[in-house]
């Protein structure tokens, strides 16, 4: 992770002004984006496997986790017109990301309900219907489960412009952005 960090750095060094623009390579670069990533030692990533303690980590990750970090900064020249376009691709991805973590959250809490209310149903040899319907409840929220935890990396995969994309690859994450 260090050698990680260091390459990069490398790559995208500090002083180097390039003559255009490192999205569209046409229009002279005016505008200086500085990126910070950092990873933690935790296992986050090997959470992920399980929706609910994916979520609990996603909310409560800064509260659970006393981690070490390492940090490395990246800085990239963009012409203005890049710049706006990708400022606002950062904040949709942004929003649908959060909304994608609220929705984790709440349909994880459906989906343990249901499954609970289909267990008690089952045992209570409930009707045909009434188990049906508590298994359609439960597939349904189990569904956006899945599609939500989806929809958590979306800021990952295109909130960045192409030359940075796997830039900020596990376990490295995106932390803030500067204009200098
Ligand atoms: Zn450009």
Not at 26 to 43: G, H, L
Request: charged share 20%; net charge positive; hydrophobic share 45%.
């Amino acid at each position: 992770m260090h050698f990680y960090a260091e390459e990069m750095t490398k790559q995208f060094p500090a002083r180097s002004r390039p003559t255009e623009c490192q999205i569209c390579h046409r229009s002279p670069a005016t505008t200086k984006i500085v990126y910070e990533w950092r990873a933690n030692y935790d296992t986050r990533d090997t959470l992920v496997l399980n929706a609910v303690l994916a979520a609990l980590s996603l909310a409560l990750g800064h509260v659970w986790y006393d981690t070490e970090a390492i940090e490395f900064r990246t800085e990239h020249w963009f012409c203005s017109s890049c710049c706006h376009r990708l400022c606002w691709r950062q904040t949709c991805s942004k929003i649908i990301t959060n909304a994608c973590i609220v929705i984790l959250i709440i349909a994880s809490i459906v989906f343990v309900c249901a499954a609970g209310v289909l267990c008690y149903l089952v045992r209570t040899s409930a009707t045909h219907e009434e188990i049906s319907g508590a298994r359609k409840f439960a597939l349904v929220g189990l569904g956006v489960c899945i599609v939500a935890l989806l929809g958590t990396r979306v800021y990952r995969a295109f909130g960045f412009p192409k030359a940075l994309m796997g830039l900020g690859k596990s376990p490295f994450s995106y932390v803030s952005r500067s204009r200098e």
